[in-house]
């Protein structure tokens, strides 16, 4: 009914504008368009502020096989067209992985289900400060080789496939290259950093010169998430600016609407780190890039990614300030195997996995390089 | 006669903008007695930049529909200016040093503030009989280790049972 009535008076004002301005028709339509957009902008904006829906997030089916303490591990339900299974390891902390399974008809997790492919992933969990011992050598010796055992006893495969996203890259890298008894098949990262000397911004802020990891953690014992958060939000200050823009821009596309509450949902629940994963991560990471110089040593062994000798696809994001490419491309020269690939896809550290644009340039280069080789 | 429009508004805008600018340059030289700093300097190339962005706007179309479109267009290039100069800003080594040093003094003096809380805290749940949050972190702590300690039994147990049934019978 109201509707009804704006539409009128939209209607009489452009039919008096033209009758008195003289402009053309289709100037006029132009303006038609213009109001109707606003009034649906006004309705999607009076929605969003007085009763928002709370979005429904990660729908693909699931079950649960295994769960340890806070982690559990996930299968997707799939055509399973190929016979080896895929583990994905996403980043610990920070965000909840849920960003990959956001909407149908719109996840990484459901193209990778629909092309046929026996989904696995590795959902961290949020940690409490009982897990502030837990490291990132816990995580690479006793977290993923179970999670990796499990996913080849549920699947009955003789081989797995893993694919570790952001943060979840270089922790995979370093199971794969430390447990040969597992068989890893092909390794795929995916905005990875493994070359911490280029790693940007966070890498210069958290130079052992300006940022004592030691005193931070000894005082809060583990990083809080709005610790997490303010550091995501220093990052790019103008982010949120940009995105409450473009919001008002679309917000008379309701389609558009309901994938903001997503993401928004998604982009505002950051999650602890441990304290001793912190501390571990920034120092033999970020400080001493250990993991490149083949330094590192976990579980009494030492790491060396020349151990990796599987396949191995690298994808780059152009526009990531978190992994910039050439701190992900390093992997190529570290690792020896003799089939390898390195691909650089527009977008940002999460479009490049999440959003219109991934499903465009990079699910299908992932899933079509893996098909081949499961 | 869109043109003209198009070209008063701009004109307002801007003879405002520098209106104000001006009275914020009068406080800030009345306020420090030596050597007033230059805040404009930092922001100034973006202020320039977003005017020539509005001006060029203004120039190439006259108001029309899509003023809305250009409005947009305009605010997304002072945004990517802003998000350009914030960038450079942080990415040096000084940025990083005045974080590090801020953030080690909030740590500094946090630290027995958070030490007295904490024992305050410990003190007064202790006194109403009811558990303190260590207590139970430890509780959940020693459930953890429980759970780890299952699962190398039953990972002895699986390869032993592996074992077994490799064996011949």
Known sequence: MGQERFADVVERFT??????????????TQWQEELDKLQRRLTNLHRLVTNPP?????????????????????????????????????????????????????????????????????DWGVFGPEDNDLTVEDCVTRILPRMARKVLESSGATELNVLG???????????????????????????????FSKVGLFGLWLKK???????????????????????????????????????????WNDQYVEGFQALSKWANEYVAFPGEFFRQWVRDFYQENKLYRGELVMGGRPVRLQNITCPVFVVGAKED???????VRALLDAVASREKEYVELPGGHISLIAGRGAARHCWPKVSDWLASRS | MADTTANQLFDIWKKQLEEGTQAWTRLVIQAPPTAPPDP?????????????????????????????????????????????????????????????????????????M????????EQALQSLNLPSRSQLTAVAKQIVELEDRLERIEDTIGAVLRRLDKEPR
């Open chain 1, 54 to 122: 709370e979005p429904k997030v990660g729908q693909t089916p699931r079950e649960e096989i295994y769960k340890k303490n806070k982690s559990r591990l996930y299968r997707y339900a799939s055509s399973r067209r190929y016979k080896t299974p895929l583990l994905f390891v996403p980043n610990l902390g920070i965000s909840r992985p849920y960003i990959f399974d956001l909407l149908p008809n719109g996840s990484f997790i459901e193209h990778m289900t629909r092309e046929g492919f026996d989904f696995y992933l590795l």
């Open chain 1, 321 to 327: 300030y978190i992994a910039p490419p050439d701190c």
């Open chain 2, 40 to 112: 404009f300097s930092f922001w100034r190339p973006v202020l320039d930049e977003g005017l020539q962005a509005w001006a060029k706007l203004f120039a190439q179309s006259p108001v029309s529909p899509d003023l809305h479109g250009q409005w947009k267009q305009f605010l997304d290039q002072w945004i990517e200016a802003w998000s350009k100069v914030l960038g450079q800003a942080m990415g040096t080594e000084e940025f990083a040093k005045l974080m590090g040093q801020s953030l080690d003094q909030i740590l500094v003096s946090q630290a027995p």
């Open chain 1, 15 to 28: 039919n008096a504008y033209g009758v008195v301005s003289g402009v053309a028709p289709e100037v006029l």
């Open chain 2, 114 to 121: 958070k030490k007295v809380a904490d024992q305050g805290i």
């Open chain 1, 209 to 251: 010169d300006y940022f004592n990891v030691d005193r931070f953690v000894d005082t809060l014992g583990s990083v809080p998430a709005d610790m997490v958060k303010a550091g995501f939000k220093l990052i790019k200050p103008t982010m949120d600016l940009s995105t409450s823009l473009n919001l008002w821009w679309n917000l």
């Open chain 1, 165 to 195: 996203y952001c943060m979840g890259a270089p922790i995979s890298a370093c199971f794969v290259a430390t447990h040969p008894d597992i068989p890893v098949k092909n390794y795929i990262d995916m905005a990875g950093p493994i070359d």
